[in-house]
């Protein structure tokens, strides 16, 4: 055995992985990939018999695997030099962009969705008014591989718009700043910058002006959704911004919150999600100085960076997050007063479910 | 468990082929038939309890058919084992697509043990072989085992004829440095060809077939997968032939460079050379092969493709893949001058045309999905996207065809023979290659579970 010694490399490469893997303490979580780590399964006849533990064996050992942060990356490496810009879904472009995979995006569901929101306007006597907010991929066109698999966002637009009264924000967008200061690289929304212009939209179409800028906060060290799905190791941090206006108080269901942002998730990974802490059912901002009176909002996460920015102008605005409300619609806007029901939604949500038209209470 | 899994290549492979080799010869083969039975009970330890009933039985109608001294005992001892190999075979693979196809649509399915194909077809093979005086009854049982179950070849063949393998059970195996080197180098090179280039090309055929409308990626996914079927089957046989090297055995090479097949024959000499020797050995020669006039030749054929066919999975796809390959082999013994008329090239490209369309009959679900791949294929309509995907895919193509091509690989043979030091390297470097794609990926499909 002794003139073996390639036999004997491997084998010792791998005999050496196993003695780390059974000696050294399993770690609970990889701060690269950012996710849980398995562990070893506990041993019991039944999870023997139907197969369970020892498919919690195989996961424990790839999970882990000593070095493993290295293999990770060494996999990245192989999958960026085989030339693959697709992964998960997420399309690598240049300069450190992301962008989502938009082909399967349906017109259709669009439709559904604003058809269903005007409906509702023109069942209880109001105005709808839709701000769609497009991709990146839309708006900083020039980082986009050619050719790439997107769905073409200015036809699912002017589908919205033949249903509704859409707000023009996709042009707006693309002029502001050429574009690039809108978005995240590596996650879906917006910045600051991006809801600055949603909101000098909203207020052209609602007849407000513009109140200046109030102070924009910013923390570094923040990798969005498209990262989760697709991490490079020596990928670039973006850098998260938003309004924080003065005066504004934060309802979710019967707790007042403290401030709009959610501090534990601004230390982590995805610091979008500490605005108005996340996504809830249903959330009221209130404002006692504010000239108006009362805005109802369908919305989704998008309109998070954007919210406080309108609640300026109403003493208060109730903002229903269509993905998670399950009350009746219908009942809300029967004791609403206010003339407008404004829909803040990312144009993706409305290409990819039908949430708004599946709402308990929508009128048929 | 399965070769491409952390815990065979951390845990059980370095254990096993160690202990193995150092333990005295009465020992061996119990050690492996044990270890055999760990590596099938790890991923489906319910079917055990089969394995025993098919090894006492296999071994005693082998003991007794050699004993016997009257040939209709012989013969009915023969029958009643191929009965039970078959049977089992037929009971867990087919019965509830014969019941479909009888028109008594009753649910029926049962989980097919893993690798029943193969065993089930060394065991009859055993038996005919001792029916037909060709080789000596294994006396013992655990060699026995040893022989039906040896995890290398248990769960995706290569199928093995006990001749090939009482010598090596019965002597001490100690293999020796060289069988050790190339025993680790197959198993590596197995490995990535089923990591590095099935599970990818896979994973783009998935891709691919889901782009809608557009012919370039229809035939971009065809050729992802019929990457991929060989990759992964071809990995699966040399990863064997690697392990068996380093257990003492010498197992039969599966493929041999299948793609530049000149004629549908020449694939066939190439592709899944054992199951082809089964069928010729045990089916086609009893039949009377090519002896028995023409008409009965045709006949001889359309019975073992249609076997084949069906081998490779209870539906009428599969039937109609096997048909596929009776009709073109038909064809091709009607102008047998054929292929060697047209230029190499050529030949080959059509032989390549052929399989592929075979391929797109295999992989899909009913006679309804393959039209509809069918129309996809000749659409004659683009997508702007569909540069894109050869792109995105382009490198990836590069590598598989070129690992398709004798020249290369013998080439890159016979470079790494010249260097030991440049081979170990590569080989480690391969591994760990291998490693970190395992470590990353969900994506490792087991093709086997209908065979």
């Known amino acids: ?99 989502d995979r938009s082909d399967g995006w349906s017109e259709r569901n669009v439709r559904l969705n604003a058809s269903s929101l005007q409906a509702l306007a023109d069942t209880c006597g109001k105005q ?41 924000l996709l042009d707006a967008m693309k002029q502001a700043n050429g574009g690039h200061a809108q978005f995240y690289r590596t996650d879906h929304h917006w910045t600051a910058a991006g809801a600055w212009t949603g909101y000098e939209t909203v207020c052209a179409a609602l007849g407000l002006t513009p109140i200046p800028a109030p102070e924009t906060v910013s923390y570094p060290g923040f990798y969005g959704s498209y990262y989760a799905r697709s991490p490079l190791p020596w990928m670039a941090a973006d850098t998260f911004s938003c309004a924080l206006p003065e005066g504004i108080t934060l309802r ?43 805005l109802l909002v369908i919305k989704d996460s998008y309109a998070n960076a954007l919210m406080s920015l309108l609640a300026r102008h109403y003493s208060r605005i109730t903002a229903v997050d269509a993905r998670y409300y399950t009350g009746n619609i219908a009942e809300l806007t029967e004791c609403y007063e206010g003339e407008v029901i404004l829909c803040i939604y990312g144009l993706s949500t409305l290409a990819t479910g039908r949430t708004i038209a599946l709402m308990d209470g929508m009128p048929y | 468990m399965l070769f491409s899994s952390l815990t065979f290549l951390l845990y059980f492979l370095p254990a096993v082929v160690l202990i193995h080799y150092f333990l005295p010869e009465r020992w061996q083969n119990g050690f492996l038939l044990a270890a ?85 077809f060394q065991a009859a093979g055993y038996l005919i072989d001792v029916y037909r ?136 000499r190439r592709w899944h050379i054992t199951l082809s020797g089964w069928f010729r050995d045990y089916v086609y020669i009893p039949l009377g092969g090519s002896r028995r006039g023409r ?37 091709e013994n009607a102008m047998p001058s054929l292929p060697k008329k047209l230029p190499a090239a050529l030949a080959r490209l059509l032989t390549m045309l052929c399989v592929m369309l075979g391929w797109a009959l295999f992989v899909s679900d009913g006679l309804g999905d393959f039209l509809l791949y069918l129309g996809d294929l000749f659409s004659f309509r683009f997508a702007s996207t569909g540069l894109f995907w050869l792109r995105e895919y382009a490198i990836l193509f590069a590598v598989g065809i070129a690992v398709c091509i004798p020249a290369v690989t013998g080439f890159v043979k016979r470079q790494l023979g010249k260097h030991s030091v440049l081979c170990a390297a590569a080989v480690l470097a391969t591994m760990l290659l291998c490693l970190a794609w395992l470590a990353n990926s969900t994506y490792n499909p087991f093709l086997y579970f209908r065979f």
Request: glycine share 8%; charged share 15%.
């Open chain 1, 1 to 99: 055995m002794r003139k073996a010694w390639l036999f004997l490399a491997v084998l010792g490469l791998l005999l050496a992985l196993a003695v780390c893997q059974l000696v050294l303490p399993p770690r609970n979580m990889s701060a690269m990939e950012n996710r849980m780590l398995a562990q070893m399964p506990a041993f019991s006849v039944q999870g023997l018999a139907n197969g369970s533990f020892t498919e919690g064996v195989e996961t424990f050992s790839a999970d882990q695997l000593p070095l493993r942060d290295r293999f990770v990356s060494l996999y990245a490496v192989m999958q960026t030099l085989s030339g693959k810009r697709l992964n998960e879904g997420v399309i690598s472009g240049a300069d450190g962009w992301l962008f």
């Open chain 2, 295 to 331: 008409l009965r030749t045709v006949l001889n054929l359309l019975c073992v493709w249609c076997l084949t066919g069906l081998w490779h999975g209870a539906d009428w796809t599969f039937v109609l893949w096997g048909l596929w390959y009776f009709v073109l082999l038909c064809a």
């Open chain 2, 36 to 120: 055999s039975l760990l590596f099938y009970a790890w991923g489906d330890v319910q079917q055990v309890p089969l394995f025993v009933v098919m090894l006492t039985a296999g071994w005693a109608l082998g003991r007794l058919i050699e004993r016997s001294r009257s040939r209709a005992a012989r013969r009915w001892l023969l029958a009643a084992g191929l009965v039970l190999d078959l049977g089992t075979l037929f009971f867990y693979k087919y019965t509830g697509f014969f019941l479909e196809t009888i028109g008594l649509d009753t649910g029926f399915s049962m989980a097919l043990p893993l690798g029943i194909s193969f065993f089930a």
């Open chain 1, 128 to 168: 709808a008014c839709l701000l769609a907010v497009p991709s990146s991929a839309a708006v900083c066109s020039d980082k986009v591989p050619a050719l790439a698999p997107l769905a073409d966002e200015e036809k699912l637009l002017a589908a919205a718009g033949s249903e509704t009264t859409l707000l023009p």
């Open chain 1, 252 to 294: 979710v269901g019967e707790e007042e919150k403290e401030g709009l942002l959610d501090p534990a998730v601004l230390e982590g990974r995805d610091k979008y999600a500490a605005l108005l802490w996340g996504n809830h059912p249903l959330i009221e901002l209130e404002n006692a100085q504010a000239p108006r009176a009362e």
């Open chain 2, 133 to 268: 005086d060709e080789t000596p009854a294994e006396k013992s049982l655990v060699a026995f085992g040893t022989f039906l179950f040896l995890f290398p070849q248990l769960i995706a063949g290569p199928i093995m004829r006990y001749s090939d393998l009482s010598g090596a059970l019965h002597r001490r195996r100690r293999p020796d440095a060289h069988a050790l080197n190339t025993g680790m180098a197959y198993f590596t090179a197995g490995l990535a060809a089923k990591v590095l280039l099935a599970n990818p090309m896979g994973a783009a055929y998935e891709t691919l077939r889901a782009v809608p409308g557009d012919m370039l990626c229809a035939w971009l996914s065809l050729g992802s997968y019929t990457l991929q079927i060989y990759f992964d089957f071809m990995g699966y046989s040399v990863m064997a032939v690697g392990l068996g090297r380093m257990l003492g055995f010498e197992f039969r090479h599966n493929f041999h460079d299948p793609y530049s097949a000149r004629s549908i024959k020449d694939f066939w």
